[in-house]
């Protein structure tokens, strides 16, 4: 079965590091859900009915309303989802907020804490406060919710081992069911890609980051973390199950402005514009473009998305999409990393990274593509 993602671009304010298209404008908030629900009856036919897992991300879900919640629900067939997670703000969830989720399908919450220290919030321009994440947690539990996930990020300019330890550390003791690390990115077009062009901020060193990676996926698996993809940690049976579908191939569709759906064997966008896309589903029509896309790039994908998961690339599963000349190919590129320890094949059929190549995955990834 497939996933289905929502795209909710409101937020109060805009992160410095966000490149994701959202907006601080809040007026179109009703007339947006109504187009959601638009385009889900519009887009009946994209894949089957019935979905596996949902997942409202943005952007800020959380900053939607109880009535606007329930109405985007109402539209939603959530009889087959195994896992319907929401994406939330740590300060939004008050007693009240946690209680109109719990009344929701909804049943995993991903929060975004990216770090414990206040001054780093800060410097992110984050609404909420270190302290308010274990708030939430605590209140997302008393209405049992009991799978909670935590974004965390890393090499923030001046930031030391040490405070990215005392980070894994605060997380680690909230005891999550899953946890999403990354790497602060300087993204083009971004304020914080105009700091670092200004010279008001540096990019973290390489050895420093790849130190801070090591030291993440060590504390994890002391914790009792299965690190089942580059940047992200679960505890048993807690893995994320509709990001593991992106990584496993398996088609979704997004609904909403900006968002992305896959059938397969094409792509389609809708478009970046709240006013567009909602102008657009009110004639019955939905904004998109497509892109068809060949088998190399199928191929590509393929690679470069199986590698990222601890279990790797399935050898035989590429033999039977793409035959035996791209598996030799593949196999042909890769023996130089075997060599040197940073890919290796298992006895199950599968190529994947060994912990010496998660650090330098992007350019495995590169060399094993079609180019």
């Known amino acids: ?39 889900l009856a519009l887009r009946r036919g994209y894949l089957a009915d019935g979905w596996h897992t949902v997942y409202l991300g943005g952007g800020t879900p959380s ?20 896992e319907v997670t929401m994406e939330c703000n740590p300060d939004d969830i008050t007693p009240d907020y946690a209680r109109i989720i719990a009344a929701l399908p909804v049943n995993r919450v991903s929060m975004g804490a990216q770090t414990f220290s206040d001054d780093r919030l800060r410097f992110l321009r984050r609404r909420h406060t270190a302290a308010e994440v274990a708030v939430a947690v605590d209140r997302l539990r008393q209405v049992g919710i009991d799978n909670i996930s ?22 680690v003791d909230l005891e999550v069911e899953h946890l999403s690390a990354y790497s602060l990115m300087y993204e083009e077009g971004t304020p914080l890609y105009r700091l670092m062009e200004q010279g008001k ?53 997004g609904i909403g402005a900006a968002a992305h759906s896959y059938d397969g064997e094409s792509r389609q966008w809708n478009v970046a514009d709240l006013r567009q896309y909602i102008l657009a589903i009110g004639r019955g029509k939905v904004p998109f473009e497509r892109e068809t896309l060949d088998a190399d790039t199928r191929y590509d994908e393929t690679v470069m998305l199986s590698l990222r998961t601890v279990e790797g690339i399935d050898l035989r599963r590429l033999e039977r ?9 593949c196999l042909s ?23 010496k ?8 990834m590169a060399d094993l593509m079609a180019g």
């Open 63 to 82: 900053q939607l309303s109880a009535a606007q919640l329930e109405r985007l629900f109402a539209a939603i067939d959530t009889s087959a989802a195994v």
């Open 321 to 329: 999409l793409f035959g035996a000349r791209r598996l030799a190919y």
């Open 1 to 39: 079965m497939s996933g289905l993602y929502l795209h909710i671009p409101f937020c109060k304010s805009r992160c410095v590091y966000c490149g994701f298209y959202s907006t601080t404008d809040e007026s179109l908030r009703q007339q947006y859900v109504d187009a959601l629900c638009g385009e």
């Open 201 to 253: 901020v540096r990019e973290t060193d390489e050895e420093l980051s790849r130190r801070m990676f090591e030291v993440l996926s060590d504390r994890m698996a002391e914790a009792g973390y299965e690190h089942y993809e580059i940047s992200n940690f679960a505890r048993q049976g807690r893995r994320s199950r509709h990001n593991s579908s992106y990584w496993r191939d398996v088609p979704y569709m």
């Open 150 to 171: 935590i974004d965390l990020m890393y090499g923030f300019p001046g930031e030391t081992l040490a405070d990215w330890q005392a980070d894994i550390a605060r997380a």
């Open 357 to 364: 190549g998660l650090f330098v995955s992007d350019m495995v």
């Open 333 to 355: 590129s890769a023996r130089k990393y075997i060599a040197d320890g940073l890919l290796e094949q298992t006895a199950g059929g599968f190529l994947r990274l060994t912990r």
